[in-house]
Structures are given as structure tokens and as C-alpha cells.
């Protein structure tokens, strides 16, 4: 059973569609009821309407953008030997409590970080 849709105010609705592109064409995939189901739980999760995600799912994907988890972590490990290997051409002795600190810092700011590096590529491809 289908839960049903959470109503959006109408002012809100007004006030975000001010000011942009009039959206005029439609970009469809038909999917099965459990992929559709799959899609509106992704979509609440992230606290927008189905379309809304869909939307800006469909057009990170075509700009390149679509950032995955392992795209993060990878960057995460990317940041992580460049600050132990920092220290260890510099001479330094990391310590325990040092590296703790370090892999904190790093799950603070990797997602940030991966952003920025999709951001690197995407100028570069830009430039070709």
C-alpha cells in the first residue's frame, strides 16, 4: 500500500517556483511498484517530493556529478595518506591520539572534500 504524499504548503510551493526557468517538458522511465516504492523512500529520507529528487538525481547524473559512497571513501583514503605520509617525510612521529584525531577530522570533512574533487574533475572536463 502506497503511504500517502506529504502536503506542501501552497505559499511554499509559490515562493520556490518564483523566479526560475518555467519547467515545461517531462523526462519519464516507467519502473516496477517496488522501485517506484524504492524511489519515494530515497526521496522523503532526503525530505523532497519524488520529483524534486528525481529531477535532481536525473540531472547530477548527466553532468557527471552523482557522487557515490565509494567515490567518498576513497577520497577519505586519499586525505589520510597524504596526512600520515606528511608527517612521516617531515619526520614526525605520529602518535596515537594524533592519528585518532586525524581519522576524525578526515570523517568530518570527507564529504566535503569529495565534492570539491568532483568539482576539479568537472572544471577539467569543462576545459577540454
Known amino acids: 500500500m502506497q503511504e500517502p504524499t506529504v502536503a506542501i504548503n ?3 510551493r509559490l515562493r520556490r517556483a ?3 526557468t518555467a519547467r515545461n517538458f517531462i523526462a519519464s522511465a516507467r519502473v516496477t511498484k517496488a522501485e517506484l516504492e524504492e524511489l519515494e523512500t530515497e526521496a522523503r529520507s532526503q525530505g523532497k517530493a519524488l520529483s524534486e529528487w528525481s529531477r535532481e538525481t536525473l540531472l547530477a547524473a548527466a553532468r557527471g556529478e552523482a557522487i557515490t559512497p ?3 571513501e576513497i577520497v577519505a583514503i586519499r586525505q589520510l595518506l597524504n596526512s600520515t605520509l ?4 617531515c619526520g614526525d612521529v605520529m602518535t596515537p591520539e594524533a ?3 586525524e581519522l576524525q577530522g ?3 570533512t570527507k564529504h566535503k572534500a569529495a565534492a570539491e574533487v568532483m568539482q576539479q574533475y568537472a572544471a577539467t572536463e569543462t576545459a577540454r
Open 106 to 108: 578526515i570523517r568530518s
Open 86 to 89: 606528511r608527517a612521516v617525510a
Open 18 to 20: 518564483r523566479g526560475r
Open 99 to 101: 592519528f585518532q584525531e
Open 70 to 72: 565509494s567515490f567518498t
Open 10 to 12: 501552497f505559499e511554499d
